[in-house]
């Protein structure tokens, strides 16, 4: 019996290889994408911790202090800040990509007798540039001195370098999304973080996902349902409202962490703006001389986890006398939802119109004795909840205040809690234009690795061919 041919067996091999090679950690999930001219991010997210321990640090029994979310942040999982709004450049040719996001967080702790803290440091605003195998994640820093208390202030400091070794960031389509990339702090970066850490300290990976537009145009926000078109309303009475509310951010946090492991889904309209929901289509009377209000909203937003099932839907403002009530439907375990729940009350005081606008922004909440049943005891009443924002438009000209803009583009690995128990080293480079609204999808790597065990099964087979060959011969 004769072997067969040489040149069969190693072109199995080669196939083989490529396989192997194409499941090795640092390999690139990429739909297909042009290498034109830089086209414009504009839509998208950055999730970063900074550094967990430091977090850990400031809360803890020693600093006593608290962190504070800035400029639409929001938090994802249990120790990472979402960071919003990208906007940039990529280039499909040679993999240069640039984009900034908005929002910071506010760390402060070691209180003293004056009121004032030791430590103060506030990052905001971050940028990451990446060019070939390495890139920079920038921040604007406000941080006080470790022991002589000096505030410096700085713009655009190059506070990470991230590693990118094995990544591709060629050829992306309708989204660049990368996840788990390394993060060191650099020497700029340890003086602007005040003396806490020495250059070279490892800090919490970064992953980001953002929104390639295929011509250079102008960004055209984040996606709404399509709203009728506006014209004046009689007076008293609007269209075209929105109430945000972000629930309660631990509440969030509980959600996507790992006892509950769960997520969130939008449907009928509402929108998720990272740190909150915004319930649009508003419609009621506004009083101005009176200062009272009384509105109706669309959207629907669904908590789901283990042990957990609850949505908030047709909710309704109220105001009078400077006292605001937002109530929502409100279903557990997908049975009949009770309706028009009072869940808090909020200071409406602020309400006021302006350029045809009656607005009030982020006024204090407070949970009622209703919301703590729908909460089903998690929360007392009277803790604080999130704030309420409210924007009414009394002219057709009158605008919306924007809603951060998260991108259209499935999030990285981390929102999946357990993303880790199903990716390797999940540093990837992938492009994906799906419109899941929900807080959580997971990193796109099934569809290659089921497309690599095809390979497999392919050569497998090749194989199994070869060696009958062997046999009959």
């Known amino acids: 019996m004769l072997p067969p041919p040489r040149p069969a067996r190693a072109s199995v091999v080669a196939l083989l290889a490529a396989v192997l090679a194409g499941l090795a950690p640092g390999a690139v999930a990429r739909a297909d994408g042009d290498s034109g001219p830089a086209r414009t991010v504009s839509g998208g997210r950055l999730d970063w911790g900074v550094k967990s321990s430091f977090q850990s640090y400031v809360t803890g029994p020693v600093a006593q202090g608290r962190w504070d979310l800035q400029g639409g942040a929001a938090t994802i999982g249990g120790s990472r800040f979402r960071f919003h709004s990208a906007k940039g450049s990529y280039d499909a040719g040679s993999g240069a990509f640039e984009a900034g996001f908005s929002g910071g967080v506010h760390f402060t702790g070691h209180k003293k007798p004056d009121g004032s803290y030791e430590l103060d440091l506030t990052l905001s605003r971050p940028t990451v540039r990446i060019a070939g195998a390495s890139g920079t994640l920038y921040a604007d820093m406000v941080s006080k001195a470790k022991g002589t208390g000096e505030v410096t202030r700085a713009s655009q400091v190059p506070l990470a370098a991230l590693d990118l070794k094995g990544v591709n960031m060629r050829g992306a389509g309708a989204a660049v999304t990368l996840a788990n990339v390394p993060a060191t702090l650099t020497s700029d970066g340890a003086k602007a973080f005040a003396g806490y850490y020495t250059a070279g300290t490892a800090l919490d990976p970064v992953a980001l996902s953002a929104d390639v537009l295929a011509g250079a145009g102008p960004s055209p926000g984040p996606s709404t349902p399509e709203q009728p078109e506006k014209k004046d309303a009689p007076k008293g009475e609007f269209t075209g409202a929105a109430v945000d509310w972000g629930v309660r951010r631990t509440f969030r946090e509980y959600v996507t962490g790992s006892i509950a492991q769960g997520s969130w889904k939008l449907t009928d309209g509402a929108q998720d703006g990272g740190a909150l929901f915004r319930f649009p289509a508003g419609k009621g009377t506004y009083d101005e001389a009176a200062r009272t209000l009384d509105a109706a909203f669309t959207g629907t937003v669904r908590f789901t986890g283990n042990h957990l099932d609850l949505a908030l839907s047709a909710v309704k403002v109220t105001a009078k006398d400077g006292k605001g009530t937002l109530a929502a439907d409100v279903a557990s375990g997908g049975g009949e939802p009770r309706k028009a729940v ?32 729908a909460f089903a005891g998690m929360y007392r009443k009277g803790e604080a909840m999130d704030p309420v924002s409210l924007a ?14 998260l991108g259209k583009a499935s999030a990285p690995a981390e929102d999946d809690p357990t993303a880790g128990q199903k990716a390797d080293s999940g540093r990837k480079v992938a492009t994906k234009s799906a419109t899941d609204t929900s807080s959580s999808s997971s990193f796109p790597v099934l569809p290659v690795v089921a497309g690599a065990v095809g390979v497999v099964v392919v050569a497998a087979a090749a194989l199994v061919v070869l060696r009958r060959r062997r046999s009959a011969g």
Do not use: I, Q, R
């Open 392 to 405: 009414v438009p009394l002219d057709a000209k009158a605008e919306l205040p924007p809603l951060p803009d």
């Open 342 to 373: 009072p869940l808090v009350t909020f200071d409406a005081s602020g309400l006021k119109e302006k350029d045809g606008l009656a607005a009030v922004t982020e006024a204090p909440a407070e949970l009622t004795a209703e919301g703590a049943e």
